[in-house]
């Protein structure tokens, strides 16, 4: 099986329980789009890659009034979830369901891209996303990453492998080798248990 199928099927289950269940380890959400708000002056478009339940994007609406945003995901299941949310946005924002395998933007690249806990799960395939991400940048364009970064216990990174999540701090050095940080933050959570990211960079 694909590892895009395996999300899917993953998220199949998990996309109504996952708005209830993920504030206890998704941290840094809201962070990471108020730091983009200070690096990004008016952005015209926005892309999230893995925008999931669509949270992020109606707090992208309300940061950036004016901007146009896609949000993208290869799950059916967590984009029936985010429709409800976006709704008073429409068409302001929009929905596409793929997989982050080729540019999206046609035409007028983005000024913000925006991964949010997505980076970490795409194993293998994260290396290609992050140079289809600089394709789909403008000149002026940020990208903006919160993520899972490490953990000194092998134990739970072997629990986070089977939810297709990989803690071995490879997402913040491909940042690092293909962008121009702006803003880098390494944190902890529950006493060190793991570690989670911040990037801001051009």
Not at 2 to 9: K, P, R, T, V, Y
Not at 53 to 58: A, C, I, P
Not at 142 to 166: C, I, K, L, T
Request: net charge positive; aromatic share 12%; charged share 25%.
């Amino acid at each position: 099986m694909s590892n895009d199928a395996s999300l899917a099927g993953y998220y199949r289950w998990h996309a109504r329980i996952y708005d209830l269940t993920r504030w206890a380890f998704l941290f840094g959400r809201g962070r990471i789009l108020r730091h983009a708000a200070r690096h990004v002056v008016m952005p015209e478009r926005i892309l999230e890659v893995g925008c999931g339940t669509g949270k992020n994007l109606v707090e992208l609406a309300e940061i950036f009034p004016k901007a146009q945003i896609l949000g993208l995901d290869l799950s059916k299941d967590m984009l029936d979830q985010a429709r409800p949310k976006i709704r008073r946005h429409a068409p302001r924002v929009s929905l596409m369901q793929r997989a982050y395998d080729a540019p999206v933007a046609i035409g007028r690249k983005f000024d913000l891209i925006v991964f949010s806990y997505s980076l970490s799960m795409i194993n293998p395939g994260y290396e290609k996303v992050l140079d289809i991400c600089r394709e789909d940048l403008s000149a002026r364009g940020m990208v903006a990453v919160v993520d899972f970064h490490e953990s000194r216990q092998a134990w739970f990174r072997r629990w986070m492998g089977v939810n297709h999540v990989r803690m071995e701090g490879h997402i913040l050095e491909s940042l690092r080798h293909r962008f121009t940080a702006a803003h880098c933050e390494v944190r902890h959570a529950y006493g060190d248990l793991w570690r989670y990211m911040f990037f801001i960079g051009q």
